[in-house]
């Protein structure tokens, strides 16, 4: 049983703190934030060990009655490894007190590949993982590009690729905040971040995004060109896909016509917070003509990465060698099927 903190108990943190509890090899040791409200009160309820991450938290914190154990060093003390899920710019400032006390951690993907000099995507490449100090879980259409392109890489079937990205203006839970309304904004550089970022992980890929903010909360949503190495049938790409156990076919033609479609069958299908850990991507949609593959895709950009972040915990400890082992012991704790 490895010891893990959580710091940040945000739209990740929370997710992360939860997946670590349905574990049977790691221990959840306590999340740390500086938030007195809702949020936090809900970890108490759960049962969670609640560390704060300032003085001024810790006021707050015993103000509104929440039953701290103590500071966030007190936290670090005795843990294996640190899962971060602050926001990016808190991250940074903890990174230095990780390594300060020589812990092994885990950033998200708003850092830079350069924060941790490895960046994660469990079907890509846990081995280069293995006990290492530090990675960081690419972010969630990061994570969606690597696992569709390393399945079809892996059938041998990538020339290269290139997708447009719709992407969700802000999280749900802030919408009320700001976000675009009655608008869509085009990033201005292409490519966008998210093929770079791609190649973090695995160098040879031939990817190019294109991204545009559009007025929802959801999720997002791709659109892939995908040159072939070969002429093929819809049937090989199909058969490639399957081979990720994090890629979810789903049927336009069965009522999934959109992502608030998709979210509701998740929700009835019981996942905690409707959660889509997997990639859900159009089989009747998707199409082969000639060497050129065209398909599209849903991202839960709340929920895609934590399994991804469980095998992280994994690969760096030590606790488990193989990659398949891990995906197939976090995938049964959180239902994947």
Known sequence: MKNIAVIGYGVIGKRVADAIQKQDDMNLSGVCDIISDWRIQNAVRKG??????????EKEMKKAAIPVKGSMQDLLKNVDLVVDCTPKNIAAQNIKIY???????????GEKH??????????NNYKSALNLNATRV????TTSILRTLTALKKAGLLEYARGTLLRRATDPWES???????????????????????????PDLDVITSAIKVPETLSHMHYWNVKLKKQTTKE???KAFKTSTRIKLIQYDEGLVSNNTIKEMF?????????????ALWEDMLKVVGDELFYAYVVDNQAIVIPETIDAIRALTGIEMDADKSIAKTNHSLGIH
């Open 176 to 202: 009320h905040l700001g976000g675009i309304m009655n608008t869509m904004v085009p990033e201005r550089d292409i490519p966008s971040h998210q093929g770079p970022d791609a190649k973090s992980v695995d």
């Open 99 to 109: 390594k300060d006390l020589g812990l092994k951690f885990i950033v998200q993907g």
């Open 48 to 57: 969670y060990d609640i560390y704060y991450a300032t003085s001024e938290a």
């Open 138 to 141: 690419v972010s969630c259409n």
């Open 114 to 123: 350069e924060t941790t000099g490895h960046s994660f995507s469990a079907e």
């Open 267 to 279: 929700l009835d299908m019981g996942r905690p917070w409707g959660d889509m850990y997997e990639v």
């Open 236 to 238: 090989e790409v199909i």
